[in-house]
């Protein structure tokens, strides 16, 4: 691995290794084994995409347009909050979830679902975009900044399917459901944090 790959795989694997929405809704649908391929490659694809929108420049144009972010900061926040309400709804239900009877989801449902919570996430672009963008424009070399860009992506893709895939060890904890309301309840104030940062960063 070169040094610019490496440099992209370690930054981007720091950007995306946190508590966050589509972190959150990959866990979920990992625990309970459902459409657990299909999550991950949208998270990647998704992340692929918009990493190499950054590397081309994408990243210097959006910090460019500020008046793009309050309209995304606001559907996003709405966005958040909704699945907030969600969360909280299934921690507060009488009969929780459990391994053995998960709640059906749509295989399209589950990938509107994903796909929102990237794309209607402002910190996905200043994150993904801007900041994984502005910072490839110290390679000069077209190779040295795919390499950049391909370490970035390899870390998003190695990190989603580790936390899809690697959820299922989790499963004798969430066999209980208590556990199941306590990572709602997580899920809930996660997206409810989240939401309430994008308004008050718009001040």
Known sequence: MSAAALAGFLLGLSLIVAIGAQNAFVLRQGLVRRHVLALCLVCSLSD????????????????AQAWLIRPISLAGAGFL??????????AVQSEALTVAKPVDVSLNAAVATCLALTFLNPHVYLDTVVLLGS??????SSAA???????ATAAS????????YGARLLAPLF???????ILDLVIAAVMGGLATSLLVGMR
């Open 81 to 90: 909050y909704v699945y907030a309400a969600l969360a909280l709804r299934r």
């Open 145 to 151: 900044k795919f390499s950049y860009g391909a370490g």
């Open 48 to 63: 692929a995409v918009l990493i190499a929108a950054g590397v081309a420049g994408l990243g210097a144009f959006i910090t």
């Open 135 to 140: 910072l490839s424009a110290r390679y000069t």
């Open 175 to 181: 066999a209980r459901p208590v556990a199941w309301r």
């Open 157 to 164: 893709i190695v990190w989603f399917f580790a936390l899809g």
